[in-house]
Structures are given as structure tokens and as C-alpha cells.
């Protein structure tokens, strides 16, 4: 079965500060893909991220960044000088096989107060 | 642009009453899917369908019903059956050519 765990209920943070986001995942499959998404307070989810299984490349994309070790089954996320528009519901979430069905982590609320 | 629309965007229903989410995309998408948030547990899926007249059950099907009759649509009916039907749904749709999935703004549902 596959599996996502966000440890880190709730995060906050003071506007320039960086800040990380764990994730942990579980899966048999060979072939997998990770996402994280954004949640504001709007409600819906915008994709930041898609990572294949074979692809370990750690990425940079502005001020977000994503560190991706199998060894650790681990896909976290940094936010390097947050502001206050980061503040949201971060989920990462996991996909394999057929189907493309998202597996979501129970999400991390991040606020970042000025 | 293309995307999702789901509407409406706050549902209230009345106890022992069903009632239908849409959704819609003009994405060409082939498959669409249906998944339920609750407070600090995250996206489950509920159903969700690779191709038309075709869907199969998630991981929290009881107490809902879907239909695919065309490729842009993919309504989800909250029936009297399901007991704890306050949530936020969201829909979404992927491509059969990779695991991308595009959300639409969501349904609150409130049971009053």
C-alpha cells in the first residue's frame, strides 16, 4: 500500500526566514511519481512540483526548492525567504501504477506572519 | 483557458437528502476523479474514472455514486447513505499520457 506522512502539522515562520516542509513516503511500486501542491485559503490545489522515481535531481525554482532521496524515501521542500503570500496548506502527495490516482499526505499549514 | 469547474461552490443539504456535485473540464482529459477533505486528513479518493461509461471505487465510495456518461463530466451524487457527508470535494482530471493532475476550486458541502 502506499503511503504519505507530513510529520509537521502546522509551521510558523517569520516573513524572510526559510523554511522546510518533511515528507515521507511509502511504496512498492518501482516506478512512482511525487508532487506537492498549494492549497490557499481559496481552497484550490496548485500543483508546484511533479518528480519521477528516476529522477533524483534536486530542484530550484525561484524561491522553492525540493530535495528528493530515495535512500530515505524523502521529498521535502524549502521555501527560502518566505513571505507572507506562502501561507497556506502545503500536501505532497504520491502517485503509481495505472491510473494515476494521487495518494495525499494529511497536509502542512504553513503561516508566515510579517 | 482550459480547466475544471466545479460547481456550486457552497452545497447546504438538508439531512436525508441527496445531492449532486458537478464537475466539468474542457481539457480533453480521459480521466477525472473525485476526492473528499476533512481536516487534518488530507485528499481520499472517493471514485474516480479512466474512460466514459467506466469508473471504479476508491478508498471512501460508500455513500456516494458517480456517473460518466460523457468525457467532460463527471458528476458525484452524496446520497442519504453517507453519514458524515460535511466536507470540501474536489475534483480532477488527468491526461492517459502521465500522472498530472489538474483540481478544480472545490464544493464545500455543509449538511444542516
Known amino acids: 500500500a502506499q503511503k504519505v506522512t507530513q510529520a509537521q502539522t502546522e509551521i510558523s515562520v517569520v516573513e524572510k526566514e526559510d523554511v522546510t516542509l518533511d515528507c515521507v513516503y511509502e511504496?512498492?511500486?518501482?516506478?512512482?511519481?511525487l508532487f506537492w501542491y498549494k492549497q490557499p485559503p481559496s481552497g484550490e490545489l496548485v500543483f508546484l512540483i511533479r518528480?519521477?522515481?528516476?529522477?533524483?535531481q534536486n530542484e530550484i525554482s525561484g524561491r522553492y526548492s525540493w530535495n528528493f532521496q530515495k535512500s530515505t524515501s524523502s521529498f521535502n521542500f524549502t521555501i527560502t525567504a518566505s513571505q507572507v503570500v506562502d501561507s497556506a496548506v502545503y500536501f505532497c502527495a504520491l502517485s503509481g501504477g495505472y491510473g494515476n490516482k494521487l495518494v495525499f499526505g494529511a497536509g502542512t499549514i504553513l503561516r508566515v506572519k510579517s | 483557458d482550459g480547466g475544471i469547474t466545479q460547481s456550486p461552490k457552497y452545497l447546504f443539504r438538508k439531512e436525508g437528502q441527496n445531492v449532486t456535485l458537478s464537475c466539468e473540464q474542457n481539457l480533453n482529459h480521459d480521466a477525472m476523479y473525485w476526492y473528499r477533505q476533512d481536516p487534518g486528513q488530507g485528499l481520499r479518493l472517493i471514485y474516480y474514472?479512466?474512460?466514459?461509461?467506466?469508473?471504479q471505487k476508491g478508498d471512501i465510495a460508500e455513500g456516494y455514486s458517480v456517473s460518466r456518461e460523457k468525457k467532460e463530466s463527471f458528476p458525484l451524487t452524496v446520497t442519504s447513505a453517507q453519514k458524515n457527508p460535511t466536507a470540501f470535494y474536489l475534483c480532477?482530471?488527468?491526461?492517459?499520457?502521465?500522472?498530472?493532475?489538474?483540481f478544480g476550486q472545490g464544493t464545500r458541502l455543509t449538511v444542516v
Open positions: 474514472s479512466q474512460i466514459v461509461n467506466d469508473f
Open positions: 518528480r519521477n522515481s528516476f529522477d533524483e
Open positions: 480532477a482530471s488527468s491526461s492517459g499520457q502521465g500522472p498530472w493532475n489538474k
Open positions: 511504496t512498492r511500486d518501482t516506478t512512482y511519481y
